[in-house]
């Protein structure tokens, strides 16, 4: 720089440029990582297209397989899967808390791969497989690359194979809700409790039901000689608190040990509307045909708005051959005609009415047998038969509410010489019982008739209550290993609600529905299941 002369009447300044970039990182193993980071950043952007064609430089002699949604290749339990280069994998992580019972530290953090590269093993074979999350339009969306140095019919051997693992069933149940099929792990391990023992019905009618159900699997080559489609509706119907929730789940959990997949629809709202859920529905119990189809409130599905499209579905041009469509409701008077009463529909029907004295006494010799190791509780024939005489118009839901209440009350007891008899504390509880009983009684027209004056409708009686709790167990974390610290999932996070996003969209599919559950990808998948069962398998990388 010039000396300074105080007589000029300028002054010049020069400066040495500082060199304020990033500190040069050192070079990972994955060719491919810089430029994709920088393609992403251009003007005009094919991030698909790019990438297979860059793949292709870099891998020349590789055949190149690409896919989007529904498979899941990390998740599949027959590859060795690691990162290729893992200071170069991005990821977003989330904590999935469980239960509070588990503990203040019960979760998991789960890794949403935004950027990976993998190296696959399958069959003794290497594969490599990219996955890469990107912006298209307003979504995000995931694109996945499979390279393998050979013929393209080994890495779609592979894909197919990942893709038929996905779409099968591993103790889970098939649940449609909010426009999306989903699969249900703790519906599954709460249909697990069920158990025809614990359905306190008349032998007959248990069996009929039982007939009807399981022996429509089994009469197909009848159907076909006879020349009429493979089909069947039945509706359970009655008031509630009377069987329909244990007998369904009965019945789901033996349709499934069974290989009969149970299929259950909560609501046919969705963004496609209720016919374009009922396409779906419908589509899909015809893919997993045979199967049982549950309707939950059959009244409450069908309406006067969507009833002639679902009668089209159910006959119409499609083939049904395998479906068995079992619905409930506690209101049968409410059902169209068309609906209830037409041949090849719901012609079968099976009343869950109050129990009569015969059931009354069954369900309560299902208590003196439950109760007959506990010293402390003095439960006669003669109670029995009090019971039995002063519970009439009770549904199994009031007898159990009479039995628990009074076991609770009388457990509440410090002082054992305030401590009234299990007699005495039961007939007080059907005291209360009875009162509110008869001060919510509905008025006949309200209820409308109840017996069975329909076409097909089974002879006996029956019970009542509303299909599937939603309040099922929590995850227990005590089944994860101590080696499962990090688990991998490809997709994306809604970051206003830290919910997961299956990742692509499907074309015109729309985002997670307002309200989705937290841990729940935008189809349903419980992240906390998916955690598990990657826990299980030993592995750290799950979709």
Known sequence: MAPRNSNDPFVVISTREEDFSRPHLPEGKDPLYGPWGEHGSAKFEDPVGFAVRKLREIHPKASIV?????????????VQVEPISPPEVITNSVFIPLARRMGEDAGVLVNNVRFGAFKVTWQNLNFIYYTMLFLHGAFENVQNFVLFEGPEE???????????????????????????????????????????????????????LQKDVFGFFDSEDMYHDLGIPWKRGIIMHGPPGNGKTISMKAIMKQA????????????????????????????????????????????????????????????????????????????????????????????????????????????????????????????????????????????????????????????????????????EEIKTQITTLRKQLNSDAPSSDVCGDTSDNFPGAWTGSASRTPIMNNELPRIDARRFEQNTDR????????????????????????????????????????????????????RSFLF
């Open 256 to 423: 499934d040990a069974n290989n009969y997949a149970p299929l259950y629809v909560r609501s046919f709202r969705s963004w496609k509307g209720e016919e374009g859920a009922m396409v779906d529905v419908f589509d899909h119990a015809r893919r997993m045909a045979p199967c049982v189809l549950i309707l939950e409130d059959l009244d409450s599905l069908i309406n006067n708005q969507n009833r002639s499209f679902f009668l089209n579905q159910l006959d119409g041009l499609d083939s049904n051959d395998g479906l068995l469509i079992i619905g409930t409701t506690n209101h049968l008077q409410n059902i169209d005609p068309a609906l209830r009463s037409r041949p090849s529909r719901f012609d079968r029907k099976f009343p869950f009415n109050d129990p009569d004295p015969t059931e009354r006494k069954l369900y309560c010799q299902y208590w003196q047998h439950k109760l007959a190791s506990n010293d402390e509780i003095d439960f006669p024939d003669s109670l029995l038969d009090e019971i039995v005489d002063v519970t009439d118009k009770f549904s199994f839901a009031f007898l159990k509410e009479a039995f628990v209440s009074a076991l609770v009350t009388l457990a509440g007891y410090d002082d054992p010489k305030k401590k009234p008899s299990f007699g």
């Open 154 to 208: 080994v890495p779609r051997a592979l894909v197919s194979a990942a893709g038929s693992y996905s779409a099968s069933l591993h103790e889970e149940i098939y649940v449609f809700d909010s426009g999306f099929w989903q699969k249900d792990r703790k519906l599954w391990l709460e249909i697990q409790k069920a158990n025809w023992k614990d359905v306190i019905l008349k032998d007959e009618f248990k069996k009929g």
């Open 66 to 78: 690409l896919f989007t949604y529904g498979i899941d290749l990390l998740g599949f339990p027959k």
């Open 487 to 538: 688990i991998w999932v490809a997709g994306s996070v809604d970051p206003m609600h830290g919910r997961f996003q299956r990742s692509p969209l499907m074309p015109g599919e729309m985002p997670a529905p307002a309200g989705a559950e937290d841990g729940m990808t935008r189809d349903g998948r419980d992240m906390r299941s998916r955690a598990l069962q990657a826990a299980a398998l030993g």
